[in-house]
């Protein structure tokens, strides 16, 4: 069993629609939780940054954080065609950062 | 702000070929990181530097594999001898330190022929 389980999609939604990304952990000892958006060719861009559950909100984005569940979600509100990409659910023990292996997603203008 | 810069952007060799990688953290980053990504995969840590000391190689392999970052700065890794399975992209990232959030660089994309 991976560590991180995340969905690699893609997933396809049209212009506007709300986007829902999750990701499910299995070491309870995970401390940190990001989202990484990363284009093709690019390196990953640090989107969220949370350390408590509940919800963080940036813009159009909102990060979820359920540590009794051991699940993280990342909402995309309004989506756009710009927001077409990977993106990368991280987790950090420690010193280290442990990854998903990405959603694909695709929004259709 | 500068961010992370690395080169070349990418490389093409024949297996058992040696390659090396640069990467150039944001100024003032003391921690630094060397990741392989594989098509389809999340990033893997190779290996982390806290200024020109290596705090992490666990998953490095050191049998071809070796990275260095004299002077605390600048970084380079390098591959040899290179084989198939070492088709990837390198990323390298740089925190301010190791508590702090990671910012990557666009990689290198390494093909063996």
């Known amino acids: 069993q991976k560590e991180v389980e995340q969905d690699p999609g893609p997933l396809s939604v049209p212009e506007g629609a709300i986007v829902s990304l999750n990701c499910t952990y299995s070491?309870?000892?995970?401390?940190?939780f990001m989202w990484y958006r990363q284009y093709s060719r690019k390196g990953p861009e640090l989107l969220m940054y949370t350390y408590s559950s509940g919800n963080k909100e940036d813009g159009r984005f909102t990060a979820q954080v359920d540590k009794s569940s051991k699940y993280i979600s990342l909402f995309i509100r309004d989506s756009q065609p710009s927001d077409s990409a990977t993106y990368l659910c991280a987790m950090r023990l420690g010193n280290k950062l442990v990854f998903g292996a990405g959603t694909i997603l695709r929004v259709k203008s | 702000e500068a961010g992370v810069a690395q080169s070349p952007r990418y490389k093409i060799i024949e297996k058992r070929q040696s390659v090396a990688f640069w990467c150039n953290p944001i100024?003032?980053?003391?921690?630094l990181y060397w990741y392989q990504q594989i098509l389809g995969q999340g990033p893997k840590l190779l290996i982390q530097?806290?200024?020109?000391?290596?705090?992490?190689d666990s998953q490095l392999p050191k049998d071809r594999f070796s990275a260095e970052r004299l002077k605390g700065v600048d970084s380079t890794l390098k591959i040899q001898p290179a084989k198939l399975e070492d088709s990837a992209v390198y990323l390298c990232a740089s925190s301010l330190n190791r508590d702090q959030p990671q910012h990557f660089g666009d990689g290198t994309r390494l093909s063996i022929l």
């Open positions: 100024s003032g980053h003391a921690t």
């Open positions: 530097f806290q200024n020109n000391g290596v705090v992490d």
């Open positions: 070491n309870s000892a995970f401390q940190y």
